[in-house]
C-alpha cells in the first residue's frame, strides 16, 4: 500500500507539468513565472520534509500521511479554478507542504519491515515514484489535452480522497511503530546538520535533483516547443524517462549491495558519470524520430534515478538507525527540493534568455559536480 500510495501522489504534482504548454498559452505567463509557481511547491515541500520526518518518526506515518492526502487534494481543486498569479503560487505551495508528507512517511513504512540487503530492497521501492511518474504523464497529458488543463488538477484530487479512505482502511497503526531504534529517538535539525556525511551526500542530491527538476518539469515543453510534436504525444514520449528510472532504480540498488564492500559511492560515481554522456546524447538525438526520443528519454531515467534512489532511499534506510528512518529521508528529500527550489526557475530564465541550450548545459555541469562531489568528499563509511 505504501509503493502505491507514494506512486499516486504523483497525479497530483506532475500535473502542473504535464499541463503547462496549455496553462502558459491561456494565462500568458513566461517561463521565469511558470518556474516560480513550480519553486514555490519546492520550497515548501523541502521545509515540510523537515517537520513531516520528524513528525512521522514521533507520532507514526499513518495519520501524517492521511492528512497530507486530504491538503493535497484540496489543493488541486483550489488550483484548477484560479486564474490570477499571487494565488496559483500560494496555493501550489500548500500543495508542496502537503504533499511532503509522503516520503518520510513511505520510508519508515517499509525501513520498519526489512533489515538486509538494503540496496535491493531500496532500488525496489525507490521505483514507486518512477512508477507514477510513467503513468502520470501520459494519463494527465490526454486529460489536459483533452478536458482542458484545468481538470487535470480535479480529476487527481478525487483519486488522493479515494487513496486516503484506502489507506484509512488497510493499514494497521500497529504495524507502524515497529521500526528500529531510531523511531523513539528525539532529534534535532542542529545534530543532523553536524553530520559532514549526510551533508556531503545531501549536496550531492541537489544536483541531481537539479537535472531531475529540468526533466520533469520542463519535459513535456522542450519537445513541443523545440520539435512541434503534439503534447499528447510529448507525455507519451517523456513516460520513457520513468520507465528507465525504474529498471536503473533496481540495477543501482543491486550493483549497491554487490559493490558495499567499496562503499555505495562507487555506484554512485559511476552512474552520475554515465549521466553525463547521456545528457549530452539525449540533446543531440531525442527529437530526431518517436523511437530516438523514446531511447533518449530512457537512457536519462536509467542513469539519473539510479544514484538519486540510493541517496534518496537506500541510505535512510541503512543509517536510520542512528537519526530516525523517516528524520533522515526527510532531510536528503528536504535538501534536494531547496535545489529544486533554486533550478526550477533558474532554468525557466535560462530557457528564455539562452533558450533549451542553456538548459541541457547546466544539466550536464550538475551532473559532473555530483560526481566529483561523491567521489572526492563522500569518504565515509557511515553517516555520522
Known amino acids: 500500500m505504501a509503493y502505491v500510495t507514494y506512486a499516486l501522489l504523483y497525479f497530483a504534482r506532475l500535473n502542473f507539468s504535464a499541463s503547462l504548454p496549455l496553462l502558459s498559452e491561456e494565462l500568458g505567463y513566461s517561463k521565469f513565472t511558470l518556474g516560480l509557481i513550480a519553486g514555490a511547491f519546492s520550497i515548501s515541500y523541502a521545509l515540510g520534509q523537515f517537520i513531516h520526518g520528524r513528525l512521522v518518526d514521533k507520532y507514526g506515518p499513518k495519520r501524517i500521511i492521511l492528512i497530507g492526502l486530504l491538503l493535497s487534494a484540496l489543493m488541486n481543486v483550489l488550483f484548477g479554478y484560479v486564474n490570477t498569479l499571487t494565488p496559483l503560487i500560494i496555493i501550489w505551495a500548500v500543495n508542496g507542504y502537503a504533499q511532503s508528507a509522503g516520503w518520510p512517511a513511505v520510508i519508515k513504512l517499509v525501513s520498519s519491515r526489512f533489515k538486509s540487503e538494503l540496496g535491493k530492497i531500496g532500488g ?40 486516503a479512505i484506502l489507506l ?18 528525539t532529534l534535532n535539525f542542529k545534530k543532523l546538520l553536524s553530520s559532514k556525511g549526510l551533508i556531503i551526500i545531501s549536496s550531492a542530491y541537489i544536483l541531481l535533483q537539479f537535472i531531475r527538476s529540468v526533466f520533469t518539469l520542463w519535459a513535456p515543453s522542450y519537445l513541443f516547443e523545440r520539435f512541434r510534436w503534439p503534447l499528447e504525444v510529448a507525455g507519451y514520449v517523456a513516460a520513457f524517462m520513468p520507465f528507465g528510472g525504474i529498471v536503473g532504480s533496481i540495477f543501482s540498488g543491486w550493483l549497491s549491495d554487490r559493490m558495499k564492500s567499496c562503499g555505495r559511492k562507487s555506484a554512485i560515481c559511476i ?21 530516438a526520443g523514446a531511447v533518449s528519454f530512457f537512457l536519462v531515467g536509467f542513469t539519473l534515478y539510479g544514484p538519486h534512489v540510493i541517496i534518496s532511499t537506500v541510505i535512510p534506510m541503512e543509517f536510520g538507525g542512528n537519526y530516525g528512518e523517516a528524520s533522515v529521508a ?30 541541457m548545459t547546466f544539466c550536464l555541469i550538475s551532473s559532473i559536480s555530483a560526481m566529483l562531489l561523491t567521489a572526492f568528499l563522500y569518504e565515509r563509511k557511515k553517516i555520522g
Open 168 to 185: 484509512y482502511l488497510t493499514v494497521e497503526e500497529s504495524a507502524q511503530k515497529s521500526g528500529g531504534k531510531g523511531s523513539k529517538q
Open 330 to 359: 526527510g532531510f536528503i528529500d528536504g535538501m534536494g527540493y531547496l535545489g529544486s527550489m533554486f533550478a526550477e526557475s533558474f532554468t525557466g530564465w535560462l530557457i528564455d534568455v539562452h533558450g533549451w541550450n542553456g538548459a
Open 271 to 291: 552512474l552520475t558519470l554515465s549521466l553525463s554522456f547521456t545528457i549530452l546524447t539525449f540533446h543531440y538525438i531525442a527529437g530526431l524520430s518517436f523511437e
Open 124 to 163: 525496489l521501492f525507490g521505483s514507486c515514484f518512477l512508477v507514477g511518474n510513467m503513468i502520470a504523464w501520459p494519463t494527465l497529458g490526454y486529460i489536459a489535452s483533452n478536458y482542458g488543463w484545468r481538470m487535470a488538477f480535479i480529476i487527481p484530487s478525487m483519486v488522493l480522497v479515494v487513496l
